[in-house]
């Protein structure tokens, strides 16, 4: 909401500038968004008053001005608005003044005569776009004066961002009363004085309220033999400087007492309603109107409408109708202002979405007890700018009269709170000023609070604790730190599996990616899920932004090939991602972690070349990740997940349950996701890993005794796993090979076709003596005869 | 003899002058020290001198032979000096050719981020703890003292999945799944992921909050102030002023939120702040009564407060990314800047 500092001093005197008014309210918690100065730019136009007029000699549309502008001598200025005459006061524009619209005024000679000056329209000052004549002033303001000062046009708009808990503040008057509460200053409210007729206001009109429950009160007066017109400067001037747009006095009238107290009201054109009469209810099933707007809406029973004996004539509170509205043919109005119930109003405004400063307010909570002086205030200016004699009384329905709240506040619960040692006469003094009544019960012990009703908000002593804190100012509470002591926090094991995970993910040269949690339910497809998959079975948004983001995760793995995608349509091709998120299956959110390696990765410089990553890549990664968690006994089993290469995949096995699955992505995949190069994918389940971790390291003695090393070469039949002869190694072994390390894969000329040979280091040692040439040799032709009597493998010499 | 000797030793290192080559060093030095050398034919012929003579020359003798020695010595040390030299000259490599750093990653900037908060909060006895995200109403709105047709829902644009639940809008509903499981006190935060409806250059539909709870038998709000402007020195730095703004949400009371002076022109007031020298970076405030009473914790018997800061936002007063959309790319472009 706008206010203006001008606009605000006509209800309560301050002296804080601009800047200084902002920062004050938005210590009390009406945060200023905005500082907006209006124009400045009219320096040298001052208020005159034309004289005499006399004809032009050589032109006769213009005249001759004699223009008092509070100097010794008249100025003689050409003029040929239309409604230039006698006596009337206007904007004149000094010779050396350049206007907004860019014109500059010189002495000029206009057919033949002098002109040192310019009577200005309120076009030529940027100020509407009305350029039909001259810019009439009222004839009260001081001769000579500069114009802006005069109209009070050198002002600052300030752009206010109001809770949804301070309704009250939405009005010029609810502002004020938090500058008073900063201030002490009294409130200045506008001085309201209705001439009113000698017809009864009930002889011609009626109010019912079908609906109390929605309608807590309705107050309506009918002002009739109104002349319909445009508003005067000063009226649009306010309105147009918080940002309203004018329509006609009637119409500026009632927004304008919006903007000063907070109160929407609505102006109905009298004749048109039927039997002249308002009933409030909910509408009909069916039943229609045509809103202000021109557009038709069908209303449900829940709405509440203004009706006439037989239509709806308003939404209440939220737009008036279109038949009924007021027009340049409008004699007599009926004025309403009216309280509605906030979730009612918030319900219908929501339904036909319609929003406008009405609904706004009402929606929020409006203050019953501003409906009178509302009525009343416009009722008097609509008068006087608009004519037309006051019928008498108000009818003023009010079913929904409620008790004032009531609520006791412990002044010591106040400083226990806030830490704060505030007097209880310092707390009394901020209530008071902020409106509220403050009667003391038990020797100020506890005070009695009654609250204004243009404070519905404040309901309970903590709500009284928060004025009493914003207005002594959050600044002037002691900053100290907490007493207590600090709780014990529970171990969290997935938190520290998380953390190595992550660290030896970097540190292995991946980048961390984050993605978004939704994404397009054609991601299964794209990873060839099947039709069963329960991985399809993914939660639906109701309301996504698009079909990219319309469904859950149960896989990141589409997330980081969609990654994959991007980098490489941007000609980036060293693919290596990781991302740790929960993911949303079987109404859980279990944590996952999952990679990919596309491209070429690693560093890429002479000397340290990019390399195209292979299944083993990945799954060293992946045996990496799982060694920093402390298990050690994990398996591997080849799958038929359709997402992965058949032959080249792997599930990853953690006492014979899967913990996650690695491998190649299927071909197929890598066409779905427009991908020219191999990409290799794993996914873990850091839940069922954080079970198995086992971070209780033990000390193991540093080898006394030297090892032995002996290298070893077999050729095997090809498909046997390299990890067979290993298993073989050691249980031969036992306690004396330290390590068998597989450093060779041999396919080729040198080996029989079928076969391949693979080539070991075994480690020997004794961790209670050094062992002999002969006890080495022994024990490693024991383990040759075992591999060829088991494996069949020959000894590659 | 002394003549001979003096002789000798004179031509001998006038000879040493013009070595430049080992070979040349052991010719010379053969010439004077090998067994017909020059100078072991001096000494030999001592016995034929009288025993006056003897001890006179036998002493010049060894003067010569040990100065000459040293020179030999010398001149072999500095030939091998030099060819040192220019053997290492020789091994000159171009230092400007690319150090064999291995490739590592960096953490997502965002985490980063997340990250140092964390271990800010860790340090003053927070314990992290996370929660579902998706929600019901009731932990989202109703138990956070948001009824259905309050206003304050209209703050947050929610994202309804269809089978009634939603995605949380902020972290908040762990507070009371934490109270509704462990007694006072309680001091966590809650760092993870949250969703609203909105998608433009300042918002993502999903991003990334810290939540804060702190709940004993007598927490104030300057406890809160406390904690805060210590957590904001130590992220921002201690230039930074702090300043707390009365707010509203539905679920703390008093409410505030927590502005520091602008990081782009330090207060002075310029377009990132709206030319008010201050941006905002958390929302905080008591817990409200209601919420204790969700929780099932008697508002009577404890106090507490809660904050909540959007990590993005914070990353981005550092960052400085003009489409906070970028973060969720994951372009490698981007992502290797951090």
Redesign the interface.
Known sequence: MNVTQNWLKTYIDFDFSAEEL?DRL????I?????KELSTALNGVVVGKVTTIRPHPNADKLVLCQVDIGEEDTLQIVCGAPNVREGIFAPVATIGTDLPSGISIKRAKLRGEESHGMLCSEKELDISEDAAGLMELSSDLPIGTGFTDALGLDDTVFELEI????PDCLSLIGVAREIRAETGNDIKLPEVNVQEDDTDIREITSVTIDAPDLCPRYAARVIRGVKIGDSPTWLKQRLESVGIGVINNIVDVTNFVLMEYGQPLHAFDYNKLGENRIVVRRATEGEQITTLDEEERKLTPEMLVIADATKPVALAGIMGGYDSEITETTCDVLLESANFQ??SV??TAKALGIHTEASYRF??GTDPEAVIPAIDRATQLIVELAGGTVCQGTIDVYPGKCELGQIQLRPERVN?????ELEATEIKQILIRLGFGVDTVQQDNIYQITVPTFRRDIT?E??L??EI??VHG??N???????????V??P?IL?EVRRRI?NY??????????????CHPNCFDKIRLPEDNPLRDA???????SPE?SV?RTTLLPSLLV?AQ??HN?Q?D?????EMS?V?LNGE?PARIAGILAGE???G????PYKSPDFFDIKGIVEGALEVCGPTDWTYAITDEPTFHPGRNAEVLLDNQRIGILGEAHPKVLENYELPYKAYLFELDLEKLADAADFSKRFEPIPIYPSVLRDLAIVVEHDMPSDLPIEIIYSTGGDLVESVRLFDVYVGDQVQEGKKSLAYTITYHSATETLTDKEVNDLHDKVVNRLNQELGAELRL | MKAELEAIQAAALEALKDVETADALESLRIEYFGRRGKLTDVMKGMGQLSKEERPVIGKLANEVRASLTDAFEATKNALESEHQEQKLKAEAIDITLPGRKPAYGKAHPVMQTLERIEAIFTQMGFQVVTGPEVETEHYNFDALNTPPDHPARDLHDTFYLTDGHLLRTHNSPVQIRVMESQKPPVRIIVPGKAYRVDYDVSHTPMFHQVEGLLVDRHVTFSELKGVLVSFARQLFGDQTQMRFRPHFFPFTEPSAEMDITCTVCRGEGCRSCGHTGWIEILGAGAVDPEVFRAGNYDPEEVTGFAFGMGVERIANLQFRIPDIRTFYENDLRFLKQF
């Open positions: 902002a938005t210590m009390l918690g945060e200023v968004e905005a500082i809770t949804p808990n301070r906030p979730s918030r319900a929606e929020r226990f709170i806030l830490g704060t309970r903590i709500d604790i928060e804190a914003r959050y600044d509470i002691p900053t100290t730190l907490p007493k207590g002591d600090i709780p926090p529970k969290n938190v992550k993910l970097l540190a292995s040269g991946m980048m961390e990616a984050i993605n978004y949690s939704f939660l639906k948004l109701q309301n996504p932004l983001m859950l990654n991007h980098n941007h980036i060293n693919i290596a991602l990781f929960t949303f959110e990765i690693g560093v410089v002479y000397g340290n």
